[in-house]
């Protein structure tokens, strides 16, 4: 049979650039990298503006035979901070000609958040931009909203990119239909990891190694915090640090404006958890490899040549953990694909390639409220083996009773069996828009009465079947309340649903009313959060 062309033998070339802030333009960068290389045979690079050189931009722009464009918008309409050299350049060439890219074609994606002013600012320029100097629009403007749902806003803009790449004949469908290229790939590159025993385990000192072009993001300088201290006094509610980072032997300059980058490193008790889960020893030495990038597949690295993970020699499995895996951040529908590659067990294997497709949304939603339903169904056994339950009210949310009231029989049925109290606020029907606040601030009295040792209290809120479930409890208006069943009671306090905003507003909130209630400065509120975290009072369950 003939063999597949390699990347040097393809005639045609997509380049894709990025510019990013968080590095969600960076991920759907080499989402759709993968998705153009496994249905083109063409040559696709992928590029981050940061590393764009400005004398040779505009060739860069034109010589693919097509460039996609993925960027999202930082602060007050601005670009993310390694973009600024580039969408300088950009503006400047857009006053000085008017085809500076008349042999470009392009299409953007804009990732940006609609609770700001400037929302998606800086993917509009660049599609305006291109467009003013003569390029050819090959694909509409994607406007990714993270305040609801980027992912599915880029998928989206994703499923044009292919048949608008096949219709302009920049590329051919080799054989291959838009509705299965558009399906996830279910190949999974892997890493072989090797388990290494006496000499071959001892993990190399940890130095800093500087290139010829020295320290970046992709190979930082390892500096030292030198001085740490807080500047808000105890009576404040908030926390501001001052650090001083020793440069000593990095050649580094601070300048006015330049932004410190942190490498953080997952909690060690998390890190023990997850080692356990995954029944290995943390302690345990190991070396990675790509095994196209090694003649002996296993054979070690060089020294000094660090492995896939970016680290240089051997290192032990908590130490994987803790740096290179990201262990807290909601699962994105390209992990899903991959565990489901590597899981044995077909009914879970089923599942996750279920939440991974196209209709995974509700599936995956779903698939993160178990443990909250599960709850409902442990008290409904423990009352019936004649247990006796401390009180729970169950605050839940939606637009509307007949469209997106999810698991109403359920709730109904734990409310008639006598395991909570139900109380629903449904947004979308009659004059006012009513919503859990407004039924906390309602039932303050109860809330304040729900006391001994198994009082739960909880509060759910569905947008619309289209963006899933998410949890939202406001305290505002029963701040009283709440604070008598947390630090009198012993009440329990859950968070289920969206990480991005709601998560982070209501852990402030909380922080916000144990001051305002309870007299606590803003480091001591923190600590009591911590504290309940500890005693399994204060869960969190998001996505």
């Given amino acids: 049979s003939k063999a597949p062309k390699t990347e040097s033998e393809f005639s045609k070339s997509i380049r894709i650039f990025y510019g990013t802030q968080t590095g969600t333009a960076e991920i759907f960068a080499k989402e759709l990298g993968d998705l153009l290389k496994k249905t083109f045979e063409a040559k696709i690079t992928i590029t981050d503006f940061e590393d764009v050189e400005l ?250 040549e660090p492995n896939p993970l970016g680290h240089v020699g051997p290192l032990s499995v908590a130490t994987a953990l803790a740096r290179y895996c990201d262990l807290l951040t909601p699962l994105r529908k390209p992990a899903l694909t991959a565990l489901a590659a590597f899981t044995s067990d077909a009914a879970q294997k089923e599942e996750l390639e279920r939440m991974a497709g196209p209709d995974g949304k509700t599936a995956y939603a779903d698939w993160m409220m178990k443990p909250y339903r599960s709850v409902l169904e442990e008290r409904m056994a423990l009352k019936a083996e004649g247990a006796e339950l401390g009180p729970a009210l169950l605050f839940f949310g939606c637009r509307s009773k007949t469209v997106d009231f999810i698991y109403e029989r359920e709730l109904h049925e734990a409310e008639a069996a006598g395991v909570m109290r139900l109380d629903v606020a449904f947004s979308r029907e009659g004059g006012a828009k009513v919503y859990v606040q407004h039924r906390i601030a309602q039932r303050g009295e109860e809330v304040s009465s729900a006391k001994a040792r198994d009082c739960h209290m909880r509060a759910y809120t569905c947008v619309s079947v289209a963006m899933g479930c998410y949890l939202r409890l406001v305290v505002r208006g029963s701040a009283a309340q709440v604070y008598k069943l947390l630090k009198t009671s012993s009440g329990h306090f859950y968070i289920c649903g969206d990480a991005k905003n709601m998560a982070k507003d209501v852990h402030k909130a909380l922080l916000d009313l144990l001051s305002a209630e309870g007299g606590l400065s803003g480091v001591d509120a923190e600590k009591y959060v911590q504290e309940m975290t500890a005693s399994g009072r204060y869960s969190r369950d998001v996505w």
Avoid at 241 to 246: A, K, P, T
Avoid at 249 to 267: A, C, K, M, R, V
């Fill in 55 to 304: 004398d040779s931009a505009q060739d860069d722009l034109q010589t693919p035979d097509a460039s996609l464009v993925l960027c999202s918008t930082y602060g007050d309409g601005e670009p993310p901070d390694t973009c600024l050299p580039f969408f300088e350049w950009l503006q400047k060439k857009t006053e000085e000609e008017e085809e500076g890219l008349s042999e470009m074609k392009f299409g953007v994606f804009a990732l940006g958040n609609t609770q700001y002013e400037h929302f998606n600012n800086s993917g509009k320029n660049l599609d305006k931009f291109f467009a003013k100097l003569g390029a050819e629009r090959i694909i509409d403007l994607g406007l990714g909203d993270d305040n609801e749902d980027i992912e599915e806003d880029f998928n989206k803009w994703k499923a044009t990119v292919i048949p608008a790449l096949a219709s302009s004949g920049i590329v051919k469908l080799p054989g291959v239909g838009v509705d299965e290229a558009s399906a996830p790939d279910t190949v999974v590159k892997a890493y072989v990891v090797e388990t290494l025993e006496g000499a071959q385990g001892i993990a190399f000192p940890e130095v800093n190694v500087s290139k010829t072009k020295g320290y970046d993001a992709h190979n930082p300088f390892k500096a030292t915090l030198s001085a740490r201290r807080e500047l808000h006094t105890s009576m404040s509610e908030r926390s501001c640090l001052h650090v001083e980072v020793d440069l000593d032997g990095s050649q580094l300059s601070y300048e006015t404006g330049d932004h410190l980058g942190i490498f953080p490193e997952n909690d060690a008790d998390l890190v023990k958890k997850m080692a356990a889960r995954l029944e290995v020893d943390g302690e345990m030495m190991i070396s990675v490899h790509d095994p196209a990038k090694s003649s002996k597949g296993g054979a070690l690295k060089a020294v000094g």
